[in-house]
Each structure stands twice: as structure tokens, then as C-alpha cells.
């Protein structure tokens, strides 16, 4: 972050001082007299330089520490601890015995700071992406495109929500040129919020889908969250939009910005031609732009990775890179974030696919699709949970997934976790399918069950929402590996990662 006293944090946020000691140097000790005239003394406090934090153990010299309270503990407890690792302050909503500025709501207060951060960096431009699937991977394929163009600040994994985008938003500094931010949605008016924390320059929406449409109550409220983040750029910004998808493209209506769409749409402005995969499921396509065309071949696997390219390729060209330099580094990409589509070959031959970080019906069917693809001449697994907050239709589409996995050809579909056992009925209602279709109770019992049932070349999906913790399957089956790789590791999570739309 950016040096600032703590005097003038409690001025962005509308805080007050607590907890200063003018003896210590941070102002002085008693009131100056010259005179008839007598100044009081100006407090301003300890200056933070290094980052602002929600974990205790990660506090360090210079930072701020913003304590929170959670479901199982309160952060205020933890402000004597981030203190004597050397934080210059604390972010709080009552007094700590320490230099501190004492808010309202701290939640409030750290997205207030944010904004204030952001305004006096006006180098920086914001690009805040949005969509139902691939809003992380698209996020980070941006980012490192726009890398080329200046240095960018992105967040690490899911940094979607109002804590974890304003704690991205001040990691920028005077160096900063582009700011690549996540913007998530549990209902509407969460991205109007976002974006008026870090008021976009670029937009971005990918698509409109089934994630958490349990919460949204069907697909036109999540088209009208996702909506927001287009009405938030101003005219002279860019909006970009999914010329695939017609709720998606529709938003144009509702923003004064320059409108520029991707897509496999011939009409998209900047498109997929020659599409195809490779063996391993990895895209090849020459970039189509109005300044040229350039070839592609993706590290990354599934041919929904397209869409997402193309996505990062028109931001790049927003920010001015020409066509074959942006193909150049989507053809360098890969996997930046955790357990997404993260492809290991065990020693013994077996590949696992840890796409565990999340999952809806849409980003499965593509999982899915992709497992088939990988697994020509070989036998598949699909290892999946629990898709979440999917509301009334919720068995309807775990059993539309379960008849997919049968109609794909997979050899072996293994089911975990009660809410997801419709998975299992919809396999068993294709006649056709020759496959096996388990359904077990927890992780441990499916590890159990492919470990039964592996032997080398054989292919693994593993994919599930966050609340059915299918990471931990992947884990033990690379563990199995005897020698291979490790699963990436966690690179974000708790309060700040959020699990949002």
C-alpha cells in the first residue's frame, strides 16, 4: 500500500484515533505556547508501509491489521499479537490497547480505505471482471496480458467479495498501471457496491449462467447482477461483452461506454477461428482482431478456456497490445489460481484433473467434457459433489449432470455426498450407458473406491463446490502417486476468497 499515517486513514474512513501515545514520538507531549496563541498538538500516528492484513500471523512490519469479527473468532482478540509483529496500527470497531482507528464497521471502513488508496493513484486503470463460470481464470489470463501493457495488481485465487477486492485494491501503489479485479454477486446491487469501492475503466462479463441461481432466483436476476458492472463504466471505458451469450450482449443497453464484444460469433469483434484440440485437451485457434490475426496454442485445457482467452485478448487490445504479442502470452499461460483444471500425471501413469474449487452445472458439463476429450483410449472417472445453492431445481440439474457423465462415454462416475445422489439417478436413466456408476457417502469412502478401481493411464475428474471440500480426494490421490506432483498450493481462501457468482 501506499505510505499513510494513521491520522489520515481515520480520515477515509471516518474513524477515529485510539490508543496513541504523543511520549512516543508521534507528536508532542504537551501543547505549544508562543505567546497569546496555543497549538495543541497534531497527532497523526504510526505510518503504515506495508500491507494491510486479516490474519494476525501475517502481520508484519508496517502493516495495518483490519480485525474482523467471524463466526468463530473475533480478530480484536488477535490486535495485541499483530502488534508486536510490528504492525503500525489496527483497523478496529473498539479500542486494543494500541495504536488502532476505531470504525463503525470495519467491513465498511476497509472498502472507504480502499477507494481513498485508489484516488490518489490515477495512473491506475481498473478492469473488473464478471460472469457465473470462469470469472478466476479469466481474471488471471488478463492479468497477464495486461502485464505487457504496465504493472498489475490482480488477486490471488477469488479475492471476489467486499473484503477481499478492497485488500487487492490496496496491495496498488505508485508503480500500479492496471488493477485486474474479481467482482462476485450474492444478489443484486454486490457488484454496484464493488465497483463503486473501485470504479472501472475496463468491464468485463463473461456469461450468465446457473451459479447460485438458488439465490438469485433465476437467470434474469443473475443477468441484472451481472449487469452492474457494465452501468459502472463511464462513457470513454470499455465494456466488454460475450457476443455468445444474449443476456450477456444485452447489456450494451445499459451502458455509455465503447462496446466491444468476443466470442465464436462471426460477428464478435475479436472471435475463435480454426478452433480444435489437441490430444491433452489443450485449444489451438488463430486470434481474430480488427488489427490482425494471430495463432494460439493454449497450455491451458477444455474448450471453455477459449472463451476466456478471448475475453483477456480483448482487454488487451483495450489497453493497446497488438494482436500477436497478446497471442504470445495466452499461448505462455497457465493455471494461475488452485485446483482449477490443474492436470497431474501420477508416476504410475494415472492423470488427475483437480478442477475442485467450485462447481455449477455449466463449469461441470465442461469439466466433463474435457475428462471425455483427455480420455480417448482410456478409461475415465468422474469423482463429483455437491453442486451448491442451486435452490428448488437443485436435483434436476445434479441428475442432468449425472445423465451427461453416462452420455459421454465415462467409465466410471463415483458420486459423493447425499445432495449430490441425483447424479446417480440421472446416470442410471441412460439405457446405453455400459459405465459404473458408485455413490458413497463422504471423501474418504470415495478415495477408497478409486483406489480399488485405478490402474495406470487411467483419467480422474474431481470436482465439486467448496462445501464439499473434493480437494482433499485429489490431494490423497496424487499422494497415491508414489513420487508424482502435489496439488498448487493454497494461494487464497477464509474471509477475503469468498464464494460468490
Given at each position: 500500500m501506499i505510505?499513510l499515517p494513521?491520522?489520515t486513514i481515520a480520515?477515509l474512513?471516518?474513524?477515529a484515533?485510539?490508543?496513541l501515545?504523543?511520549?512516543g514520538?508521534?507528536a ?6 508562543t ?5 495543541e498538538?497534531v497527532v497523526t500516528g504510526?505510518v503504515v ?9 501475517a502481520?508484519?512490519?508496517g502493516?495495518?491489521?483490519a480485525?474482523?469479527r467471524g ?6 482478540d488477535?490486535a495485541?499479537?499483530?502488534l508486536?509483529?510490528g504492525?503500525a496500527?489496527?483497523?478496529a470497531e473498539?479500542?486494543?490497547g494500541?495504536?488502532a482507528v476505531?470504525?463503525?464497521d470495519?467491513r ?6 480502499a477507494?481513498?488508496?485508489l484516488a ?7 478492469i ?7 470469472k478466476?481464470s479469466t481474471k488471471?489470463?488478463?492479468a497477464r496480458?495486461?502485464?505487457?501493457a504496465g504493472?498489475?495488481?490482480a488477486p490471488?485465487?477469488s ?9 487487492t485494491v490496496?496491495?496498488?501503489d505508485?508503480?500500479?498501471?492496471h488493477l485486474v479485479?474479481e467482482?462476485?454477486a450474492?444478489g443484486?446491487?454486490?457488484?454496484a457496491y464493488?465497483?463503486?469501492?473501485a470504479?472501472?475503466?475496463v ?5 450468465v449462467?446457473t451459479?447460485h441461481?438458488?439465490?438469485f432466483?433465476?437467470?434474469d ?10 452501468e459502472?463504466?463511464?462513457?470513454g471505458?470499455?465494456v466488454?461483452?460475450?457476443a ?5 450482449l444485452?447489456m450494451?443497453?445499459r ?14 469483434d475479436?472471435?475463435a477461428?480454426?478452433?480444435?484440440l ?5 485449444p489451438?485457434?488463430s486470434l481474430v482482431?480488427p488489427e490482425?490475426?494471430?495463432?494460439v ?12 482467452a478471448?475475453?483477456?485478448a480483448?482487454?488487451?487490445r483495450a489497453?493497446?497490445l ?6 504470445e502470452?495466452l ?6 489460481s488452485r485446483w ?16 475442485a474449487y467450485n462447481?455449477n452445472?455449466?463449469s461441470?458439463?465442461a469439466?466433463v467434457?474435457v475428462l471425455a476429450?483427455m480420455?480417448?483410449?482410456?478409461r475415465?472417472?468422474a ?7 442451486l ?13 451427461h457423465?453416462?452420455?459421454s462415454?465415462?467409465?466410471?462416475l463415483?458420486v459423493?455426498g ?14 446405453s450407458?455400459?459405465?459404473e456408476?458408485v455413490?458413497?457417502?463422504?471423501v474418504g469412502?470415495?478415495v477408497?473406491?478409486l483406489r480399488?478401481?485405478?490402474r495406470?493411464?487411467d ?5 465439486g463446490?467448496?462445501?464439499?471440500g473434493m480437494?482433499r480426494?485429489?490431494e490423497r490421490?496424487?499422494?497415491d502417486?508414489a513420487?508424482?506432483g502435489?496439488a498448487?498450493?493454497e494461494t ?7 464464494d460468490?457468482?
Amino acid at each position: 500500500m501506499i505510505p499513510l499515517p494513521l491520522s489520515t486513514i481515520a480520515e477515509l474512513t471516518g474513524g477515529a484515533l485510539d490508543g496513541l501515545s504523543p511520549a512516543g514520538g508521534d507528536a508532542p507531549a504537551r501543547p505549544v505556547v508562543t505567546g497569546s496563541v496555543v497549538t495543541e498538538p497534531v497527532v497523526t500516528g504510526p505510518v503504515v508501509t506495508g500491507p494491510v492484513v486479516v490474519d494476525s500471523r501475517a502481520a508484519g512490519p508496517g502493516s495495518l491489521f483490519a480485525a474482523f469479527r467471524g463466526e468463530r473468532a473475533d480478530g480484536h482478540d488477535f490486535a495485541a499479537a499483530a502488534l508486536a509483529a510490528g504492525a503500525a496500527g489496527v483497523l478496529a470497531e473498539r479500542p486494543v490497547g494500541g495504536p488502532a482507528v476505531v470504525v463503525e464497521d470495519v467491513r465498511h471502513a476497509l472498502g472507504l480505505l480502499a477507494r481513498g488508496v485508489l484516488a490518489r493513484l490515477p495512473e491506475a486503470t481498473v478492469i473488473g471482471v464478471t460472469g457465473s463460470a470462469g470469472k478466476t481464470s479469466t481474471k488471471d489470463l488478463i492479468a497477464r496480458v495486461v502485464e505487457r501493457a504496465g504493472a498489475t495488481v490482480a488477486p490471488p485465487g477469488s479475492f471476489n467479495n467486499e473484503i477481499g477486492l478492497p485488500l487487492t485494491v490496496l496491495r496498488a501503489d505508485e508503480r500500479t498501471r492496471h488493477l485486474v479485479l474479481e467482482m462476485g454477486a450474492r444478489g443484486i446491487g454486490h457488484i454496484a457496491y464493488l465497483a463503486g469501492i473501485a470504479p472501472p475503466r475496463v468491464g468485463v462479463v463473461l456469461n450468465v449462467g446457473t451459479a447460485h441461481i438458488g439465490e438469485f432466483g433465476g437467470r434474469d436476476g443473475i443477468a441484472a447482477a451481472k449487469g452492474e458492472l457494465a452501468e459502472a463504466v463511464p462513457a470513454g471505458g470499455t465494456v466488454i461483452l460475450n457476443a455468445d451469450d444474449p443476456l450477456v450482449l444485452a447489456m450494451a443497453a445499459r451502458t455509455e461506454a465503447e462496446v466491444v464484444t468476443f466470442g465464436r460469433s462471426g460477428r464478435a469483434d475479436v472471435r475463435a477461428e480454426g478452433e480444435r484440440l489437441d490430444e491433452a485437451g489443450r485449444p489451438r485457434f488463430s486470434l481474430v482482431t480488427p488489427e490482425g490475426t494471430a495463432p494460439v496454442e493454449m497450455r491451458l485445457h477444455g474448450a471453455h478456456a477459449v472463451a476466456n482467452a478471448l475475453a483477456a485478448a480483448a482487454v488487451g487490445r483495450a489497453v493497446g497490445l497488438p494482436p500477436e504479442e497478446i497471442a504470445e502470452v495466452l499461448s505462455e499461460a497457465r493455471p494461475a489460481s488452485r485446483w482449477r483444471m490443474e492436470v497431474t500425471e501420477r508416476a504410475d501413469g494415472v492423470t488427475v484433473v483437480n478442477d475442485a474449487y467450485n462447481a455449477n452445472p455449466d463449469s461441470t458439463r465442461a469439466a466433463v467434457d474435457v475428462l471425455a476429450h483427455m480420455a480417448r483410449g482410456r478409461r475415465a472417472f468422474a469423482v463429483l459433489g455437491e453442486m451448491a445453492e442451486l435452490g428448488p431445481g437443485s436435483a434436476a440439474e445434479h441428475a442432468k449432470i449425472g445423465q451427461h457423465v453416462a452420455r459421454s462415454g465415462i467409465a466410471g462416475l463415483v458420486v459423493v455426498g447425499a445432495n449430490a445422489a441425483p447424479m446417480a439417478e440421472g446416470a442410471d436413466q441412460v439405457a446405453s450407458w455400459t459405465g459404473e456408476c458408485v455413490q458413497v457417502d463422504d471423501v474418504g469412502a470415495a478415495v477408497t473406491v478409486l483406489r480399488e478401481r485405478l490402474r495406470p493411464r487411467d483419467v480422474v475428474l474431481v470436482k465439486g463446490s467448496r462445501v464439499a471440500g473434493m480437494e482433499r480426494i485429489a490431494e490423497r490421490l496424487l499422494q497415491d502417486g508414489a513420487g508424482a506432483g502435489t496439488a498448487a498450493p493454497e494461494t487464497a481462501g477464509g474471509v477475503a476468497g469468498g464464494d460468490r457468482a
